[in-house]
């Protein structure tokens, strides 16, 4: 079991910051990979940004220079400061994990799990 809880979401002013986080619990072995995606209201969710266990980063291109991924893997915990808010931003933010945890009988299993979601405005 994989628990992943995400937090830092709220209104902001177009040009402004947020940064959230994303904490994963449970009994984890290893973490492959944690990801932002996001979903506007009436839209689909997509992609934002990436970071592996090794902390290669990757994003997508309206993320890029204003957005940074970053990871405490001590605390497994997953962060999005991002700036320069655009109300094109505005969407529920959701965090994704991937890696292996162990069960209840202590076998290892790949797990792959999202996070609940936060809410971020871009007020105008």
């Not at 965090?95 to 797990?111: I, K, Q, T």
């Amino acid at each position: 079991q994989v628990q992943l809880v995400e937090s830092g979401g709220g209104l902001v002013q177009a040009g402004g910051s947020l940064r959230l986080s994303c904490a994963a619990s449970g009994s984890i072995f290893s973490i492959t990979s944690m990801a932002w995606y996001r979903q506007p209201l009436g839209k689909q969710r997509e992609y934002v940004a990436r970071i592996t266990g090794g902390g290669s980063t990757s994003y997508t291109d309206s993320a890029k220079d204003r957005f940074t991924i970053s990871r405490d893997k001590a605390n497994n915990t997953m962060y999005l400061q991002m700036s320069s808010l655009k109300p094109e931003d505005t969407a529920i933010y959701y965090c994704y994990a991937d890696g292996v945890y162990s069960d209840y009988d202590g076998a290892l299993s790949d797990f792959g799990f999202w996070g609940q979601g936060t809410q971020v405005t871009v007020s105008s």
